[in-house]
């Protein structure tokens, strides 16, 4: 495919070629039916079979454990952050958090606005978000314990999730979910802007132990209640019909492909052949030591802006788009999520050893 470019957005991000293949056989008539997905009622049989079988194949290549529901959301990621207290967070309960980064200070700030408590009992902002905190302590009769699993712009992930005991752990996985085995009882909610991993921006993906979703309260909008939206199959309104189409064929990939143990091995190697180059010399830094990296976003600088501002540049006349770092930080970020194929990798690293040859 010669009109496609290697893509490290960070979100919205690469989708599977056979998945955009996929829907562009089937975008102005669905398995001949003469319409597209989009144009279909939501309550059609057709729409119905296709969020039960994204939900069937997110049960699958997840491993969702019984006593769990799948919650197919709007409102991304963001409204998430008010979702999450306004639904689990009694008046006279406070919920702890772990700030990991500007995703988890945006969770914060929301769960503050709605006048909640919110004790923050770990923080890696010391050092400008480059690690994983390692010692906290949860509070006992906190309502949840709230934590990033992957920090999309400062490059950190948790690789050992915090043991909140009997507190439940809630995690926004926006940009790591799926991208190795995971084991969901651990958590009592995790959420994701599909976006990043899963599919195109639309959708919010939530995972929900049962006894959490009947906690909601009977005064909080409706769309954010996973008691309403979770108990009508996420049809309480109109969902958003394409992004779960969509959703649901990139499930199938991820499936097809050998599942979340081969895609994590994948993504391993993906993420080494781009660190061992930051460590190999000393034109390229990784921002973030060993212990903390993420998978998924790699992030790096070179000897100075100038240089870097070329880089980007340089990469995109070479068909590499989204090298960029976030605006907040500076910098270079290759986001590196499960669509993104080893060729793409194969052309950065090669592209990063010339550049160096060229200016360092
Ligand atoms: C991108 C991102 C968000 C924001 O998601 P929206 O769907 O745009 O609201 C939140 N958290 C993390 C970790 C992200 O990477």
Known sequence: MKNRIFNFNAGPAALPLAVLEEVREDLISYKGEGLSVMEMSHRSKTFDSIIKEAEELAKEVY?????????????????????????????????????????????????????????????????????????????????????????????????????????????????????????????????????????????????????LMEKSPVNIPTM?????????????????????????????????????????????????????????GEFYKATVGKESRSIMNVTFRLPSEDLEKEFIAKALEEGMIGLKGHRSVGGCRASIYNAVPMEAIKSLTEFMKEFEKSNG
């Open 63 to 211: 491993s969702i454990p019984d006593g769990y529901r799948t919650i197919f959301m709007q409102g991304g990621a963001t409204l998430q952050f008010a979702a999450v207290p306004l639904n689990l967070l009694g008046d006279n309960q406070g919920a702890d958090y772990i700030n990991t980064g500007a995703w988890s200070k945006k969770a914060i700030a929301e769960a503050e606005k709605l006048e909640k408590t919110v004790n923050v009992i770990a923080s890696s902002e010391d050092q400008n978000f480059n690690y994983i905190p390692s010692s906290f302590s949860v509070n006992s009769d906190a309502a949840y314990l709230h934590i990033t699993s992957n920090n999309t712009i400062f490059g950190t992930q948790w690789t050992n999730y915090p043991d909140a005991g009997s507190v439940p752990l809630v995690a926004d996985m926006s940009s790591d979910i799926g991208c190795r085995p995971f084991d969901i009882s651990k958590f009592g909610l995790i959420y994701a802007g599909a976006q990043k991993n899963m599919g195109p921006s639309g959708v919010t993906f939530v995972i929900i132990r049962d006894d």
């Open 224 to 280: 954010t209640s996973y008691k309403l939206i979770g108990g009508k199959d996420s049809l309480y309104n109109t969902p958003p019909t394409f992004g779960i189409y969509i959703l649901k064929l990139v499930l199938q990939w991820v499936k097809s492909g050998g599942g979340l143990a081969k895609l994590g091995e994948t993504n391993q190697t993906k993420a080494n052949m781009i660190y061992d180059i930051l460590d190999g």
